[in-house]
């Protein structure tokens, strides 16, 4: 009898033992949805979510686009404390300094083979990962002018080489630039003059913006109103200035002598994610040389080196190469400029 109770003890130990890891491996069963947050184009979003499911099969992927970066961290915000999304997707880098130092991240170190955490471009050390992982650059864009070739010519107009060219009198009216107080890709644009010319940058934005007859709301509607012809020149970033002149549009992408900034697009785990380990599937995934190169069919630029030739305009070779200056974003520095962006902006709308 004694012996039959030694024995039963010591299965209960041995039950008692492996009990958490039964757990886990019950609760990663149990992993079969992911819902990811992202301000990514529907088409990119499909593909995301199709090819994701296809390599997890019985996952289901839910994305949702909150109506913008800023939108999608209040949203997080609100949530916190029962967090709804696994993801945060897209967006530039300071927009994640932001939520990790608001509480709304969680680090995991990317295993996705051929990514580094800095990559070397034109002779500068660009972050990839926060210092922390807390997020992680998977693509990349530039700022620069966009610019309708067909109405230049009919009007007559010199072509800008510059920021700072924006301001001739010349494109009174003709000027187009998104609203840095919804949109992240009108920030970075600013930001690249912040950096530019220093002290000197709201002067040359005072001029700037009398050639702009008000500020939109939505970036994507700044290319398409180049597009049409309804303005010469607008502010803007690399990739849908190139993919509209790819799809045969009369129009160019400028990236200005006084120099271009890098715009990226970043990504993280949410704290609390209720999905943790398919987030970090999707973190590398996102960081494969499969979804590397997809994006690169919609020219946003790899953050590997070598996957495409250097004759390729998606290229991280080919783009860098044509840029006489680069600048790297700095999120420490725009999430300091913030407050003057917003204040200085706000009075530029209110006097339209």
Known sequence: MKGMLRKLAVLLV???????????????????????????????????KAEFEKLNPGVKVYIINPGGTEAMIKKLEAEKGNPQADIMHSGDSSNYLYAKKQGLLQPYAPTAPGFKPTLDIGGKQLALSDKDNYYHVFNMMFTGIMVNEDLVKEKKLPLPKNFKDLANPAYKGLVMSANPLKSSTAVTNIMATYQMYGDKVWDI?????????????????????????????????????????????????????????????????????????????????????QMQLFGAEYLYIPVKKGLLPASNPASLEYTSAQIKTLLLPDPSLEEKARPEIQAKFGEYIRLK
């Open 14 to 48: 041995v039950a008692a033992l492996f009990a958490p890891a039964l757990s886990r491996g019950t609760l990663q069963a149990q992993e079969k949805e992911l819902v990811v947050y992202s301000t990514i184009f529907a088409e990119y979003a499909d593909k995301m």
């Open 205 to 289: 934005w005072d001029a700037i913006n009398k050639n702009i007859p008000y500020y939109s709301n939505s970036s994507s509607s700044i290319y398409t109103l180049v597009e049409k012809g309804e303005f010469a020149f607008t502010i803007g970033l690399s990739r849908p200035a190139l993919v509209s002149r790819k799809n045969g549009n009369p129009v160019n992408f400028i990236f200005p002598e006084d120099g271009a900034m890098i715009s990226d697009n970043a990504m993280g785990i949410v704290a609390g994610a209720k999905h943790p380990n398919l987030a970090k599937k999707f973190i590398d995934f996102i960081l494969s040389d």
